[in-house]
Every structure is written in C-alpha cells, then in structure tokens.
Nanobody, 117 residues
Framework: QVQVVESGGGLVRPGGSLRLSCVASGTTRNFNAMGWSRQAPGKQREFVARVFSTGVTSYLDSVLGRFTISRDNATNTVYLQMNSLKVEDSAVYYC???????????WGQGIQVTVSS
C-alpha cells in the first residue's frame, strides 16, 4: 500500500510562483519515476513534468523554462517549482510515482492550482 500526498497548491496572480510538494510513502520504497500531471476543466489530463531517480527530467513544452521539478530520493519527495504562472496553468495537479520505466503506479488525490487576477 502506497500513499501519495500533494501539498502547496493555492491561488496566485499571473506571473506569480508556487511550489508543489508530494510525498510517496508505504510499502514501496524505491520509485524510479516521480512527477506531475494536470487536468483543467473540459480538458484531458496531461503530463507536466517527470524526474527519475537518476535525476533526469522531462517537461511539457508549454511549461519548459518556467517549471522546475526536483526530488529527494531519501524521502520519496518530489517538488514542482512553478514560476511565471499563467492563467492557462490553472488545473488540478496530480502527483504520480512508479517503480518501472515512465509509468506511474500510484497517484495522489490532486491539488488545485488557480492562477487568476
């Protein structure tokens, strides 16, 4: 059993910043991939960023240069630093963790990020 818990969401002005945090805990201790996806109303869930245990990262094109993902392997914590936020970044952000390849086996409940003036 694995729990994935997100924190750090909220309401920010356009151009502002937020940092999301996510902790994966439970019987599984080694996660190859950890990352974030998001879903806005009326849209499909989309990949945002991923970081592997090696430190290799990948980003959605529209957030490249604005978002930075990082992780602490010892605590199974992943962070998403979001800068220069845009209204279109508003969504529920979901944290995922997986033991193999690019896949996520475990998901958090999601956390709301709202960018509004």
């Amino acid at each position: 059993q694995v729990q994935v818990v997100e924190s750090g969401g909220g309401l920010v002005r356009p151009g502002g910043s937020l940092r999301l945090s996510c902790v994966a805990s439970g019987t599984t201790r080694n996660f190859n991939a950890m990352g974030w996806s998001r879903q806005a109303p009326g849209k499909q869930r989309e990949f945002v960023a991923r970081v592997f245990s090696t430190g290799v990262t990948s980003y959605l094109d529209s957030v490249l240069g604005r978002f930075t993902i990082s992780r602490d392997n010892a605590t199974n914590t992943v962070y998403l630093q979001m800068n220069s936020l845009k209204v279109e970044d508003s969504a529920v952000y979901y944290c995922g963790a997986g033991t193999k390849g690019y896949d996520y086996e475990y998901w958090g409940q999601g956390i709301q990020v709202t960018v509004s003036s």
